[in-house]
């Protein structure tokens, strides 16, 4: 018979870093596939003879349906297992990229790339991501930083390769075997154990008893039965966790438009950074390397980030006011930039940037909201994102139809990125009094967090990592 307390504790290790290797095929074929769309902006554009605002809805619904439905993706693997999930979710986004090789009219491609592979990246990342977090507790972490890692990876490789693809067999080939591609996060879903069958399995070996237990039966096979009643229960359980009374917190709703305007441009840089190159005359090679130098200076700048030990005097929050600050400086310098060694120092300044206030979003919030409201918060995030998402790069793109030049467009987004920089650092200028004894709201952080150590901050002094 399993101890339950026994039973409780995640493995940190055997199994999990197989689950890991999953979870980093995962983040590969997502982010780092949605993070190269860039090399095809052009030719999707003159082959449907579409604005750039149109074709710039391809990426955006794909990243409006993703972050829309990745709670809903990470509360069904938890209702029909992980494993199931994730590769229902590989074989939609397939699905998706397949289509769309078929497409005839740029509508298809916002049905097939957009939705479609949106909803297959919802039901395989969030889901890869959640259950590396079960596997793992003292090595979390590193578990998840090696997970992501893949989307850098990726992100690297996948621009000259499109581009390849793309000048051998069309755009149309390019996308099947992209699809084809794609169908790795089935394999990866293949490697999910769950957990509660690696536990049954090293108990029954410390034992030398191969009989399964019909309550270990039931964890195993309970989830395949019940779907449909599990799922019912789930909507009602998900809507009754969406506490939006998080927003109402100053601090949050402040840090929360800090996101929305971040997210407003966070895509245009990626996306319009190749058909600039291409406007200057620049080889079709030489421009998607462009996106490949950006991701090797994001994974550098996030590995040394997360190198940088906590300090009271210059928090997470103050990083990421920082980092985002120096990004829109650098945005608001692209125009500058008109040759090609000048636009892979702006790659490189991009990436560095973009790699160093990301991994401290959820740690930020965390530190607002505290562990409770932390599924709230992170839901509510996700929505923020999305609709943020959804509106910024075809807003980009409208400026360049109006104007005829990208220098319109990276100055928005450069100017977004230096406000949400700054936003943050207006929690320094909230301050509580030591002798105010009034009452606080029930929704304050000082309710949901608990008294800050003699700090007058709405931040708090020490981190909450996620």
């Not at 319009?272 to 080889?283: F, G, H, T, W």
């Not at 985002?324 to 560095?352: D, E, Q, R």
């Not at 991994?359 to 923020?384: F, H, Q």
Request: net charge neutral; with cysteine.
């Amino acid at each position: 018979m399993a101890n339950p307390e026994s039973r409780s504790q995640p493995p940190d290790g055997g199994w999990g870093w197989m689950v890991v290797l999953a979870g980093f095929i995962v983040s590969g074929c997502t982010i780092g596939t949605y993070r190269s769309l860039g090399v095809f902006f052009l030719t999707f554009s003159q082959q449907f003879q579409a604005s750039s605002a149109e074709t710039a809805w391809i990426t955006s619904i794909l990243i409006f349906v993703t972050a829309f439905l990745s709670p809903v993706g990470t509360a069904l693997a938890s209702t029909i297992g992980f494993r199931p999930t994730i590769m229902l979710g590989g074989v939609l986004t397939a699905a998706g990229y397949i289509v769309s090789g078929f497409a005839t009219r740029m509508f298809h491609l916002y049905l097939g790339i957009g939705c479609l592979t949106g909803l297959g990246y919802a039901l395989s990342l969030s889901p890869a991501v959640a259950i590396v977090g079960q596997y793992f507790t003292r090595r979390r972490a590193m578990a998840t930083s090696l997970l992501m890692l893949g989307s850098s990876v990726a992100s690297m490789a996948f621009p000259p390769l499109f581009q390849y693809l793309m000048d051998e067999y069309g755009w149309k080939g390019a996308l099947l075997i992209i699809g084809g591609i794609m169908l790795n996060i089935v394999v990866a879903g293949a490697l999910i154990r769950p957990l509660e069958a690696y536990r049954d399995r090293k108990v029954e070996n410390s034992l030398g008893n191969s009989r399964v237990n019909e309550s270990d039966m039931e964890l195993e096979t309970g989830n395949g039965k019940k779907c449909f009643t599990d799922a019912a229960n789930f909507l009602k359980e998900f809507w009754a966790q969406m506490n939006f009374k998080v927003i109402l917190i100053p601090s949050v709703a402040l840090f929360l438009a800090s996101l929305f305007i971040k997210e407003f441009v966070i895509n245009v840089p990626g996306l319009y950074i190749i058909p600039r190159a291409k406007q200057l005359q620049i080889e079709d090679y030489a421009a998607a390397s462009l996106l490949t130098v950006s991701s090797i200076a994001d994974m550098v700048s996030r590995l040394a980030v997360g190198a940088i030990p906590d300090n009271s005097r210059f928090s997470r929050f103050d990083q990421y006011g920082l980092s985002l600050c120096l990004l829109g400086v650098s945005n608001l310098l692209f125009p500058l930039a008109k040759t090609y060694p000048a636009l892979v120092a702006y790659a490189i300044a991009n990436g560095a940037f973009y790699g160093a206030f990301l991994p401290m979003t959820a740690t930020c919030v965390a530190d607002l909201v505290g562990p409770e409201r932390l599924p709230s918060a992170l839901g509510i995030l996700a929505s923020i994102q999305g609709f943020a998402s959804l509106a910024g790069p075809p807003f980009a793109g409208w400026l360049f139809d109006e104007t005829q030049s990208y220098d319109a467009t990276f100055l928005q987004a450069g100017a977004g990125f230096l406000l949400a920089g700054l936003l943050p650092f207006l929690l320094r200028l909230r301050k509580k009094r030591p002798a105010d004894t009034t009452e606080e709201p029930a929704d304050s952080p000082q309710t949901v967090r608990g008294n800050f150590e003699n700090e007058t901050l709405l931040v708090p002094e020490r981190e909450t990592t996620v």
